[in-house]
T-cell receptor, first 119, second 113 residues
Framework: GAGVSQSPSNKVTEKGKDVELRCDPISGHTALYWYRQRLGQGLEFLIYFQGNSAPDKSGLPSDRFSAERTGESVSTLTIQRTQQEDSAVYLC?????????????????FGAGSRLTVL | RKEVEQDPGPFNVPEGATVAFNCTYSNSASQSFFWYRQDCRKEPKLLMSVYSSGNEDGRFTAQLNRASQYISLLIRDSKLSDSATYLCVVTSLSWGAGNKLTFGGGTRVLVKP
């Protein structure tokens, strides 16, 4: 697609429920990133995909968080048994490739985010 | 020490004035550098890449100082619309075959009439 698409844009859920957040990156972008941003805070790295594999999952806060990517396109971030501290905006970004190159290849394009509120 | 650090601000800037701020990074092997802009409740968007020789895009000038491990952003003739949070991003080779992007916490700039 023309941009990075995320859904849902807003999600309100009850504590203990599972949620699924979806990211549809720019067509042809092999690198995909998930970040979390709490209100008034900076971006917190969660996970990075290169193609369908995830070289680095070190940012996932706990085993309640998981992510997958299929077909080098859509990625899903799943949060199980949500807690109030999971409330945040979850941002997805994609780039042409994850390899370090001269400027341009590592430029991230972000989606508008999924705002999660856990009551 | 954080890998990428920024003064959170806010920098209160009179309209038309010049403002500059830095971003320091700890990994000397860092390879690429960027400035992103994030408006309130919006996603970050690329403002400009930072080249070794320094670069300019209109009223914005970015510099890289590898010896002291920081990048800077200067905004001339500030406009009200420049009010935003400016995020620096540093990349380095550390994720297997890919690269790691690390964001600073952002510097908030408020331009006032």
């Amino acid at each position: 697609g023309a941009g990075v698409s995320q859904s849902p844009s807003n999600k309100v859920t009850e504590k203990g429920k599972d949620v699924e957040l979806r990211c549809d990156p720019i067509s042809g972008h092999t690198a995909l990133y998930w970040y979390r941003q709490r209100l008034g805070q900076g971006l917190e790295f969660l996970i990075y995909f290169q193609g369908n594999s995830a070289p680095d999952k070190s940012g996932l806060p706990s085993d309640r968080f998981s992510a997958e990517r299929t077909g080098e396109s859509v990625s899903t971030l799943t949060i199980q048994r949500t807690q109030q501290e999971d409330s945040a905006v979850y941002l997805c970004a994609s780039s042409l490739r994850g390899q370090p190159r001269r400027s341009g290849a590592n430029v991230l394009t972000f989606g508008a985010g999924s705002r999660l509120t856990v009551l | 020490r954080k890998e990428v650090e920024q003064d959170p601000g806010p920098f209160n800037v009179p309209e038309g004035a010049t403002v500059a701020f830095n971003c320091t990074y700890s990994n000397s092997a860092s390879q690429s550098f960027f400035w992103y802009r994030q408006d309130c409740r919006k996603e970050p968007k690329l403002l400009m890449s930072v080249y070794s020789s320094g670069n300019e895009d209109g009223r914005f000038t970015a510099q890289l100082n590898r010896a002291s491990q920081y990048i800077s952003l200067l905004i001339r003739d500030s406009k009200l619309s420049d009010s935003a949070t400016y995020l620096c991003v540093v990349t380095s080779l550390s994720w297997g075959a890919g690269n790691k992007l690390t964001f600073g916490g952002g510097t908030r700039v408020l331009v006032k009439p």
